[in-house]
T-cell receptor, first 111, second 112 residues
């Protein structure tokens, strides 16, 4: 499982509230990713990080921000959650061979 | 839009048969391809990968074929088992990029 954990695993929140999802890795990989998965859209990249304090946007970054203050943690924040952000969120790391491994996911429901 | 896609959204096979899942890609600059398996309620799981300098790669019961001429990727599963039932995604990395592009997935159902 590449030592990836995500917290929380499930979250229900209300529209307009801030939400932070955490991804933690134990193998000291440089690259970390946040994806969302929705029916009919597959996996879409939100943001990624290529080192501490180094992040970049993916294809669906609007409404999301990220932070990486330590190698092992990559945080995804929804500043003001909307119903369109109801989804399953996956974190991933990339190993030196370019293979990405995924965490178990966080199910987020925005009411 | 996505440059990676799948020909069939669903595939149903009998237990013991071989399964073939197909994927088309449009970017000839892609040089690394990965197949993932995703079971219900779980994250995508790495199955097998192939680089553009190869045509075929085999794993345990799985084989990936890459046809660069027609930009086609396939995953073959031998002697399909009920535990193989899942959604399978192909993904590509374009040369020089650290970002995977995923197809929408094919749902494989194995009938006993």
């Amino acid at each position: 499982d590449a030592g990836i954990t995500q917290s929380p695993r499930h979250k229900v929140t209300e529209t307009g509230t801030p939400v932070t999802l955490r991804c933690h890795q134990t193998e000291n990989h440089r690259y970390m990713y946040w994806y969302r998965q929705d029916p009919g859209h597959g996996l879409r990249l939100i943001h990624y990080s290529y080192g501490v304090k180094d992040t970049d946007k993916g294809e669906v970054s609007d409404g999301y921000s990220v932070s990486r203050s330590k190698t092992e943690d990559f945080l995804l924040t929804l500043e003001s959650a909307t119903s369109s952000q109801t989804s399953v969120y996956f974190c991933a790391i990339m190993r030196a061979d370019e293979t990405q491994y995924f965490g178990p996911g966080t199910r987020l429901l925005v009411l | 839009g996505e440059s990676v896609g799948l020909h069939l959204p669903t595939l149903s096979v009998q237990e013991g048969d071989n399964s073939i899942i197909n994927c088309a890609y449009s970017n000839s600059a892609s040089d690394y391809f990965i197949w993932y398996k995703q079971e219900s309620g779980k994250g995508p799981q790495f199955i097998i990968d192939i680089r553009s300098n190869m045509d075929k790669r085999q794993g345990q019961r799985v084989t990936v074929l890459l046809n660069k001429t027609v930009k086609h990727l396939s995953l073959q599963i031998a002697a399909t088992q009920p535990g193989d039932s899942a959604v399978y995604f192909c993904a590509e990395i374009k040369g020089g990029s650290e970002k995977l592009v995923f197809g929408k997935g094919t749902k494989l159902t194995v009938n006993p």
